[in-house]
């Protein structure tokens, strides 16, 4: 009787928060619709540049927006070049009230630190990730003011109210006016430096202020550290910030340099507890300097390292030097020409074209170059290693992308996969392990599964060799047969005694265990591919045995996979549409990640004949698997994940080309 009363009190509450949560939306829907930022592009009037042929085909703003939150592609409009480790980009602040019991971050809904839906901007800092679900980064955040008086408050955040009327990116290129101060911000980026260039109306009171202690999100920063040379122009510092993924392992250090083109009129930092003029060091956990300038435009070139100040000073020169900002612009328009320049498309309307060419454009946001100009790196041993014939790339979100960017890198970008794949065996090297979500220079642990094992394995049967394939297979071999070392815990196979044990993961040993066995046993798929080809010829049948595990989770009475117990049976509670996100009790998902038992049905893309013959028939298979698709509503899925085919997640995104596997492309 108390379970039934308990059901009836969560049911009313989630019917409750489903009224409350649709009387939102059509208010924000309201709001959206008689609001600019309905707006995907806007224009701005005070233009200093203009895209290239196929920078004119990106917008910058896809995937900057979008409501709820979740639904926003945690995009940023910024400046950046291809895989560069400065992503120089604005930061705004929640339209929600501080402190609201929905959303209670007082910073941007997006991860990457830009919300189309704001209209109030802090400033422009230098890095961030790219869309991702994890927040990091926001480092070194600059704000131009002419306005601040003596009492300013700056245990308080201050911003500018800006339109996107007044506000336009491309590649390459990003500059916003605020309209109340009259303050023209442009932004412009290389690999590892930042350009700024303010343009003032008036000759007086115009100040910048640096935030070296920002991270973006709020996530937290520590250990900050600032130096102030008026008679160079100059201002260099450090921080230690701690954001969803540097936070665990002891934070991620980063370094700058900052070069003038306009002498100081005056100078001074706040400590965290008070403003001090002509202070010109100060350390501490709240750190803002406040630079004066009697010039109405200011030119600041900003070098960053993760390995310390003389490489950001060292960066800075090499890439940067005594180059302007206009030729540093074209240099970055030229970059993404190169790379946008690729692929080219003919057929289908502008709007398509723009679509497409804004997606590749992201693509080639991220992973990260890491390494210096001279080579230096932070490793996953937190020393410092020097790279030789490669670029050293971290923030590779492999679960993501080892079904989705990394192949088209495998066929666009070989010289880039080639030397990602020389920076997973680093890590390998120095870290323990093959990663599974690297970034900064340290293991995250997110998702599951070891899927740098199909990302190594693809790209050296697709003729990307150049690199330590023995040293990776050993690896492979090794993540797969036993637990994972200790001090790399957060890279391996969670769960893989039950999985070696019993030739799937136990429901009893953990959660996730469908959605482990699945994945598991295409990693070894993968390591069968790769042990074949480097003629490791037991192996290869020993891991072609081990790859059939995904059949040992799928009932037959069901015709679903679903999570089994040490004794053979399969768990009772079963509901093939219920979703994680919604299930928050685990009663019918603890088995499943991110989706529902209808939508890991799919899941066994590397055996696909093998996944069609545990159906009745290849009739029912297709007929079933058409349904997915006929029965999924891509409008409704655009607001909340769909029960059926859901185009934004990883597991049944490649669903569609089974078809091809059951003799109806036509369906495909």
Not at 72 to 82: D, E, I, K
Not at 241 to 259: D, I, L, P, S
């Amino acid at each position: 009787m108390r379970s039934l009363f308990k059901k009836i009190i969560k049911y009313f509450l989630f019917t409750l928060g489903v009224l409350i949560s649709i009387s939102l939306l059509v208010i924000i829907g309201i709001w959206l619709k008689y609001s600019s930022i309905v707006n995907p592009a806007p224009e701005n009037k005070n233009d200093s540049f203009k895209p290239a042929h196929y920078g004119k085909l990106v917008n910058n703003f896809i995937g900057t927006g979008g409501f709820p939150a979740w639904v926003c592609g945690m995009n940023f409009p910024g400046a950046t070049v291809p895989f560069g480790m400065v992503r120089l980009s604005p930061e705004t602040i929640s339209l929600f009230p501080d402190n609201n019991l929905l959303i209670p971050d007082k910073k941007a809904l997006n991860t990457s630190g830009y919300y189309y839906g704001d209209n109030r901007m802090l400033g422009f800092s230098h890095t961030r990730l790219a869309g991702t679900g994890a927040t990091d980064g926001g480092h070194f955040l600059f704000t131009p003011t002419s306005t601040l008086s003596s009492k300013i408050d700056y245990q308080k955040d201050f911003y500018h109210h800006f339109s996107h009327n007044n506000e336009t990116a491309f590649p390459g290129y990003y500059n916003v006016k605020f309209k109340d101060e009259n303050i023209l911000s442009e932004l412009t980026a290389t690999e590892r430096t930042g350009l700024h260039r303010y343009t003032f109306t008036e000759n007086t009171n115009n100040s910048i202020l640096i935030k070296v202690t920002n991270s973006t999100g709020d996530r937290g920063a520590k250990d900050g550290s600032v130096k102030v040379y008026p008679d160079q122009k100059e201002i260099e510092g450090s921080v230690r910030t701690f954001g969803t993924f540097a936070g665990r392992y002891n934070g991620q250090k980063v370094y700058f340099v900052a070069k003038f083109d306009q002498s100081f009129s005056k100078y001074g930092i706040w400590n965290g507890t008070k403003f001090t003029n002509n202070s010109k060091t100060a350390t501490g956990d709240n750190l803002i300097v406040n630079i004066g300038f009697n010039d109405q435009k200011i030119n600041i070139k900003v070098g960053i390292s993760y390995v310390s100040i003389e490489n950001a000073r060292l960066n800075l020169d090499k890439e940067v030097g005594d180059q302007s900002f206009d030729e540093i612009v074209e240099k970055a328009k030229q970059n993404w020409e190169d790379k946008l320049s690729l692929i080219k498309i003919n057929g289908g309307s502008e709007t398509d074209h723009k679509i497409f060419y804004s997606a590749l454009y992201r693509s080639f946001q991220m992973p990260t170059i890491f390494n210096d100009v001279n080579g230096d790196y932070i490793g996953f041993d937190n020393k410092i290693h020097q790279v030789n014939d490669f670029n050293y790339y971290t923030d590779l979100s492999l679960w993501d992308t080892f079904r989705t960017i990394h192949p088209l890198f495998n066929l666009i970008a070989r010289e880039g996969q080639r030397d990602m794949m020389v920076s997973l065996v680093q890590m390998a090297k120095q870290g323990g392990s093959l990663p599974r979500w690297p970034s900064g220079n340290g293991y995250t642990g997110s998702m599951l599964g070891s899927p740098a094992d199909m990302t190594i394995t693809e790209a050296y049967l697709k003729g990307i060799r150049d690199f330590d394939v023995d040293f990776a297979y050993q690896t492979m071999k090794k993540v797969a047969l036993a637990p994972t070392p200790k001090g790399s815990e957060a890279s391996g196979r969670r769960g893989i005694e039950g999985y070696i044990k019993y030739g799937y993961c136990p429901n009893e040993l953990g959660d996730e265990s469908v959605a482990k066995t699945m994945e598991y046993a295409w990693a070894d798929h993968s390591i069968s591919l790769l042990a074949k080809e480097l003629n490791h010829l037991e192996d290869y049948k020993f891991f072609t045995k081990q790859s059939l595990n995904y059949k040992n989770v799928w009932n037959p009475e069901t015709q679903y996979f679903q999570s089994r117990k040490i004794d053979g049976t399969f768990v009772e509670k079963f509901d093939p549409l219920q979703l994680t996100y919604t299930d928050w009790d685990e009663e019918y998902t603890r088995g499943y990640v991110e989706g529902s038992a209808l939508q890991w049905r799919w899941a066994v893309p590397f055996d696909p004949i093998g996944l069609i013959t545990l159906f009745e028939s290849e009739d029912y298979f297709v007929n079933e698997l058409n349904d997915f698709f006929k029965l999924s509503k891509p409008q409704l899925a655009t607001w909340i994940p769909d029960n059926y085919y859901w185009h934004g997640n990883e597991p049944d995104i490649h669903a569609v080309y089974l078809f091809n596997d059951a003799g109806r492309p036509d369906l495909t």
